[in-house]
């Protein structure tokens, strides 16, 4: 018989409820604040709903009734610069992180709604509205509900998405030398989400102030959490991270309350994350006015036991068995917030003039659709005050340089000038540099809190740089060490950080620098070696530059560093041995959004082309003597590419090909050749002529490798067929 040890974790893991005694310390200013936003919300989200069965709310009203309790809970004791974000279903806790803040913590239930308060109440409704008075300027609606101001770093369509950024936040809290935290509350689907445990494995692991807060309400739409889950005690996920849990009646704010105390004592103090899970109820179905039991899935009995435990009642009979309030004032704080929740919907409505009896939304109200793409990206006026320099014409000394280096370089000038800049990656702290050598020196010189060594998880890596970017005291640097990783990290890279400054308004800055590699001829096979960008151009939100010289290099990683968008930089394998130039003693200019590099002059052919294939494109063209115009686009994304120079030579020359290296379907010739043929039809004598490699990805196989990708001989053959005005090769 083998030895057997019963091994425990090392986390604590408590389920916390509340007795008389508690109820009787509990301050009856805590108590009334309490009561007061339990109604503020209350009343709101019936409004919501009211206004959904009118069909005046445009999407989905994910309804909080019943789960009120949660979020008031546990936000009702944090200070305006703690953060917390969530999940579709929000309101709730967005509302409870403003009203918290616009009231200093203190509500009055004799006269609970200030002008601050109703302000919030009509802003937050105006937002769920689409409405341009929102908090995102009515991009945002009922599922993306944001104020930085209050705290609220935004609510999530994508379940389990906000985790990554919750952490995030929490790092810049962390190593900004604050005793603030961070919240972040998903439901229990989410407790089964990779964002989710992979975020809480980096927060355990960096002792991050990050609270995940489960309100385990039992379904998901319709699906009963004890069938998608072994174990539906959700906070049991804390355990394998090591991280302490809390398991509470979310029915009782006080419960929650107090949790919540002792949760953030931990994560104040510096001894990182925690779990809290409160099981709640929501009233209603996952979306609109009716009850679960209109569907099916639960039934009438099941939804009275658990309105029997409403905690708007469940607070206000503690009260008044304490002799802090009344029935008659319980009543009168009812009909107050109702009142102001109907202030609240007559500004925003009006009889409808061509519906007689019906309301409509009053048509001043509505955003401009001029306003629709604003804020997509920022407009790059901050790299007005930064020098500008063009490797490509520039006079003076030279230094000679491997591409390699210029990249460790160019980072450990910006990362002594710029102490915000935070480096991140799998081994970007180990082996003389990382993987390739671009990060060489740099963990000697700035020590393990700025060039930090990350787990194997690009999705919570690159989400919580994500976090920092948006909260705005650091500049993210990730690696991704190879591009095809993004489809790991996809909704953070997509769905959030590329959309984070459009979907929440528009104003707010995501600085974020994303560096990877294409690596196509090395051998490591389908899943390592694609070029990145016709996905990242063919996506809202990034900027994206692609050097083929070390000096280029230099001038674009300068204004990635200095842009207020996230920034996309694409390496090649083939390159870093190369040896080059950088400007001698110079580490300082920049290559600005639009600027193109002509690298050889011609009047035959357009080609058109960035990273090693110019290079190639350059090889091709001595071989066959086209008198071809050889442009180098560097900057790659919609917003920044340069047209003046591709519109000139087109015109001069009458026709185009695009050269890139991988696969047909990732392609990002593809948009490029559409946008072309749209704006310079009239001075084509041809169809855009493309090079590509094929459909398949490349195969671990040299021969098969080498068949997948394009390289100087087929650029040769489009050349000749180009130039012979055959069409598209």
């Not at 180098?632 to 994304?637: I, P």
Request: glycine share 10%; charged share 25%; net charge negative.
């Amino acid at each position: 018989m083998p030895n057997r040890k019963r091994l425990q974790t090392g986390a604590d893991w408590v389920e916390l409820s509340t007795t008389d005694a508690d109820w009787d310390a509990a301050d009856p200013v805590l108590l009334g604040t309490m009561l007061s936003e339990l109604h503020l919300i209350r009343a709101f989200e019936e409004s919501v709903l009211e206004l959904a069965g009118e069909g005046l709310v445009h999407g989905p009203a994910h309804s909080s009734i019943g789960q009120e309790g949660g979020a008031v809970g546990s936000i009702v004791g944090l200070g305006s610069s703690d953060g917390v974000n969530g999940s579709h279903r929000g309101h709730h806790q967005f509302l409870a992180k403003a009203l918290t803040h616009v009231s200093d913590g203190k509500l009055d239930p004799s006269d609970p709604v200030t002008p601050a308060i109703q302000t919030v109440l009509q802003r937050t409704l105006a937002e769920i509205l689409g409405l341009a008075q929102g908090y995102c300027r009515g991009r945002g609606g009922s599922m993306h509900l944001q104020w930085f101001e209050a705290g609220a770093l935004g609510t999530n369509a994508i379940v389990g998405g906000g985790a990554p950024m919750a952490a995030g936040n929490a790092w810049s809290q962390k190593h900004s030398r604050t005793t603030d935290l961070t919240i972040n509350y998903f439901g229990d689907g989410a407790s089964q989400i990779g964002s989710v445990l992979e975020s809480m494995n980096l927060a355990a692991a960096w002792k991050l102030p990050v609270c995940f807060f489960i309100e385990n309400n039992l379904y998901a739409v319709s699906t009963r959490a004890n069938e998608i889950t072994a174990d539906p005690r959700f906070s049991v996920r804390g355990q394998g991270f090591g991280i302490p849990s809390w398991r509470v009646d979310g029915m009782d704010p006080l419960a929650v309350y107090l949790a919540m105390e002792e949760a953030a004592e931990r994560m104040r103090s510096g001894e990182g994350p925690t779990v809290i899970e409160v099981e709640v109820y929501r009233f209603f179905h996952q979306n609109g006015p009716y009850p679960g039991s209109a569907f099916g899935y639960r039934t009438k009995e099941e939804e009275a036991a658990w309105r029997a435990r409403d905690p708007l009642d469940i607070v206000a009979r503690k009260m008044i068995e304490r002799g802090q309030l009344d029935e008659e004032r319980v009543a009168a704080l009812r009909s107050r917030v109702q009142e102001a929740m109907k202030q609240a919907v007559d500004q925003l409505l009006e009889s409808d003039p061509e519906r007689p009896g019906k309301r409509r939304i009053r048509p001043e109200l509505w955003p401009d659709v001029g306003f629709v793409n604003v804020g997509v990206r920022g407009d790059a006026s901050e790299l007005e005050q930064f020098r500008v320099l063009d490797p490509a014409t520039m006079e003076g000394p030279r230094r000679d340089v491997k591409f390699i280096d210029a990249v460790a370089e160019v980072m450990d000038q910006r990362m002594e000038q710029d102490s915000r800049i935070v480096v991140m990656g799998e081994d970007v702290h180990r082996l003389n540099g990382g993987t390739n050598g671009a990060t060489k020196g740099l963990a000697k010189k700035f020590g393990d809190g700025r060039i930090l060594g990350t787990p194997i998880s690009e999705n919570a890596f690159v989400g919580l740089a994500g976090g920092m970017a948006l909260d705005g005291r650091f500049r993210p640097v990730v690696e991704f060490m190879y591009p095809d990783f993004m489809w790991v990290a996809a909704d953070q890279l997509f769905n959030q950080i590329g959309k984070a400054r459009h979907m929440f308004g528009g104003d707010n800055p995501v600085p974020l620098v994303l560096r990877t590699k294409v690596a196509m001829g090395s051998g490591y096979g389908s899943q390592h070696l694609m070029d990145p960008a016709g996905i990242f151009a063919t996506s809202p939100g990034w900027r994206i530059v692609a050097p083929s010289t070390a000096a280029d290099y230099v001038g674009l990683m300068n204004a990635a560093l200095a842009l207020q968008d996230p920034v996309l930089v694409i390496e090649h394998v083939d390159l870093y041995g190369v040896k080059d130039y950088v400007p001698a003693e110079d580490l300082d200019y920049i290559i600005p959004p639009g600027r193109a590099a002509i690298r050889r002059r011609g009047s035959e052919l357009t080609v058109i082309s960035y990273l090693s294939m110019v290079r190639h494109s350059l090889e091709a063209i001595e071989q066959t003597g086209v008198d071809a115009e050889l442009i180098d686009l560097r900057w790659l994304d919609r917003a920044s590419i340069d047209w003046d120079t591709i519109g000139e030579s087109i015109k001069k020359t009458n026709a185009v090909l695009i050269v890139e290296e991988g696969a047909e379907g990732t392609s990002y010739g593809g948009w490029l050749a559409d946008e072309i043929q749209r704006r310079y039809f009239d001075w084509l004598d041809q169809p855009v002529a493309r090079v590509t490699g094929e459909e398949a990805s490349p195969s671990i196989s040299k021969v098969l490798e080498r068949a997948a990708i394009a390289r100087t001989e087929e650029i040769v053959a489009a050349l000749e067929t180009v130039r012979e005005g055959f069409g598209v090769s």
